[in-house]
C-alpha cells in the first residue's frame, strides 16, 4: 500500500510509494442495468421529478447550473432533492452550503454520520455511508440521487462514468486528479451545482479572511521552511504541492520542503526511505501518524536524528482531530485546523 492509499484508504487516507490508487471495478453489465431500471427519471439531467426531497439546500437557486469538470461541462437543471457525496470532504462542503446528503463516504473514517468534530449537529438525519475508494455503486442506485458529487477523487474514468449511468455526476476538475483538489474550488463547483454560487462565494471569503488574520498575526511563519509529513506502518512519505496541507500552510507564509518538492511527481507524496530522513528537515518539520501511535514516529531513533526534531522544532500530531481536520481540507475543517493547528506551529517556530 502506497502512501497515498493508505492516506486514502488505511485512514481511509497516505505513505510511501507514489502510485496510484486502484481502479474501481465495473459494474457487470446486466447488474447495472438491473440498478438503473426506473431510476433514469430522477437520475438524469432534464429537469424531471426526484422521488424525495432528503437534501434540502437553498429554496431556490441558479438553474441551470454548469460545472466544468475533466470529463466536461456537467449540467444540473434544477435543484437537487437527493445528492449523494462521495469525494474526500464533499459531504461536509454540501453541509456547509445548507445542503443534507442522502448518502456520503467517510474517508478517514470518523464513524457515526462519516464528519469530524468541526461538522458535529450539521445532519438532520444521518447519511447512508459510501465506500470511498472503490464505492458501492448498488447502494448509491439504490438512493435514486438526482446529483452524485465526486470533486476530489482520483479523477478515474471508470469509476466516473459508471457514477454518471445513475446520475449526473460532478467529477475532479482539470489538473484535480489524485486528490488535488483546493477547498476554495471544491466549495466553488458544489456552490455551483447546488444552485448557490453566492453563498458559496461567501464562504471562501470568510474563510479566506480567517487565514489572512493567521498569517498577519505570525510574520515569523513567512519564508520558513516547512515539511509535512505522514508515517505508516510502511514508512514515511512527505506531502507535495497542490495539495491541501501544503496549501493550508503556504497561505501562513511557510514554504514547503523544496527536496521533496524537487522529487514531486503525479502523486500528493513522495516516499522517504529510513536512510534518507534527514529529508524531513525543515525550519518546522510536522508529521501525522496514520494507523499507528504517534510514538512510533517521536519514539523513533532516525527521526530523533534529524536536524530540527534534534532542536526541538518539531510536531507530530497524537491529537485525531487535529490530525484529521488538516487531512479533511474542506471548508469546514480548515477553520478548525487553523484554531488548533496555528497556535502548536507558533510554539515550535518560536524555538
Known amino acids: 500500500m502506497s502512501l497515498g492509499e493508505a492516506n486514502l484508504k488505511g485512514m481511509n ?137 465526486d470533486t476530489k477523487s482520483s479523477g478515474d474514468r471508470t469509476r466516473y462514468d459508471t457514477l454518471k449511468k445513475i446520475a449526473p455526476t460532478v467529477g475532479v476538475p482539470k489538473g484535480g486528479d489524485q486528490y488535488k483538489l483546493s477547498w476554495e474550488q471544491q466549495t466553488t463547483m458544489i456552490a455551483a451545482a447546488l444552485g448557490v454560487p453566492e453563498k458559496g462565494e461567501k464562504l471562501i471569503a470568510e474563510t479566506e479572511k480567517k487565514f489572512e488574520a493567521a498569517a498577519k498575526a505570525h510574520p515569523e511563519f513567512k519564508g520558513r521552511t516547512i515539511t509535512l509529513g505522514s508515517r505508516t506502518s510502511e514508512g514515511f512519505g512527505v506531502y507535495v504541492g497542490g495539495t491541501g496541507r501544503v496549501d493550508f500552510v503556504e497561505r501562513l507564509g511557510f514554504e514547503n520542503n523544496p527536496e521533496a518538492e524537487a522529487k514531486a511527481g503525479e502523486s500528493f507524496s513522495v516516499p522517504v526511505s529510513k536512510e534518507n530522513l534527514d529529508m524531513l528537515d525543515a525550519d518546522l518539520t510536522v508529521m501525522a501518524p496514520i494507523g499507528i501511535p504517534a510514538t512510533d514516529i517521536s519514539g523513533d531513533p532516525l527521526y530523533k536524528a534529524v536536524p530540527s526534531v534534534k532542536a526541538g522544532n518539531d510536531l507530530v500530531f497524537d491529537d485525531k482531530d487535529i490530525s484529521q481536520a488538516f487531512a479533511t481540507d474542506s471548508v469546514l475543517s480548515v477553520s478548525y485546523a487553523l484554531e488548533k493547528v496555528v497556535p502548536l506551529f507558533a510554539e515550535k517556530v518560536a524555538k
Not at 470532504?89 to 445542503?99: I, N, P, S
Request: include cysteine; hydrophobic fraction near 40%.
Open 13 to 149: 487516507a497516505s505513505a510511501p510509494r507514489a502510485r496510484r490508487p486502484r481502479r474501481t471495478p465495473v459494474l457487470a453489465a446486466g447488474a447495472v442495468a438491473a440498478l438503473l431500471v426506473g431510476l433514469s427519471a430522477c437520475g438524469s439531467s432534464d429537469g424531471s421529478d426526484s422521488s424525495a426531497s432528503a437534501s434540502e439546500g437553498a429554496s431556490a437557486g441558479a438553474f441551470p447550473a454548469k460545472v466544468a469538470t475533466k470529463f466536461g461541462e456537467v449540467s444540473v437543471d434544477k435543484q437537487p432533492k437527493r445528492v449523494v457525496a462521495l469525494g474526500w470532504g464533499d459531504a461536509e462542503t454540501v453541509l456547509a452550503l445548507g445542503g443534507q446528503p442522502v448518502g456520503a463516504s467517510d474517508w478517514l473514517p470518523f464513524g457515526g454520520e462519516g464528519v469530524g468534530p468541526w461538522a458535529k449537529g450539521m445532519y438532520d438525519q444521518k447519511p447512508e455511508l459510501i465506500g470511498t475508494m472503490e464505492p458501492e455503486f448498488e447502494k448509491i442506485a439504490s438512493l435514486q440521487p438526482d446529483l452524485i458529487l
